[in-house]
């Protein structure tokens, strides 16, 4: 055998046995891989929800006046926003929970227009004025009824408009975390019933994924929201999230 000959076969023989490792070596990655990729694991979703009720209420409104000068029509909007105070303080609102904006100004003109329909000039008649009204309260059984009733208002010459209440928790974050442990444990509770009823037994944790927090109106058919749901407008709500884990499996 000559010495060419000799080389061949050494190279041949390396190169079968480099051939061989490397497909041990993707096996057993293989194999691990599918004992811990998702694929091969177990997935369930867990979820938790809450009732509860706002502690916070935020209610605005706005008032209107009209003068021919602007002093006219700034010294109605003074005695409006004089007699809206008076009425929040009436009914056990105090200074701290009502905050009155800054007073918007527009010009009002008059058209006139010929016996064909065209305009033919126009003049200033006079000023409007509008004032913003904001009460936010952790009394929410002492605002609510007020904001759903102005009548006493209008009855006294404002031109007062009324908002629908807003309603907030100011425990939220507490209810958070709440939530997400309590849909975590149910998770792990669905995944460890189904693997007792195969006979399987679950490793480590692979993967966890939080679900949107979603806030809906008590008892109603609120639809949820891909980005999470956030319901101001009841004053008693639903507080709802899911988690999803995923297991290998031994």
Known sequence: MGIKE?????????????AIICVSIMTVSLVSYKKTSGSGGITATGSASCDFESDLIVWRGSFTAYGETTQEAYQI?????EVIKKYLQDNGVTEEEMIFGSVDISQRWEYEYNEEGYEIGYYLVGYDLEQQICVTSNDVDKVDPISRDSSQLIEAGVEF?????????????????QLIEEATVNAKERIDIIMEGTGGRTGKLLNANLGVFQITAQNTNSDYSYGGAFDTSSRQKTASITVKLNYSVE
């Open 6 to 18: 000799y080389k061949g076969i050494i190279i041949a023989c390396i190169a079968g046995i480099c």
């Open 77 to 81: 909007i003074k005695r409006d926003a």
């Open 161 to 177: 408009f009324s908002d629908s209440p807003e309603y907030y928790y100011t425990k939220l974050d507490e209810l958070k975390l």
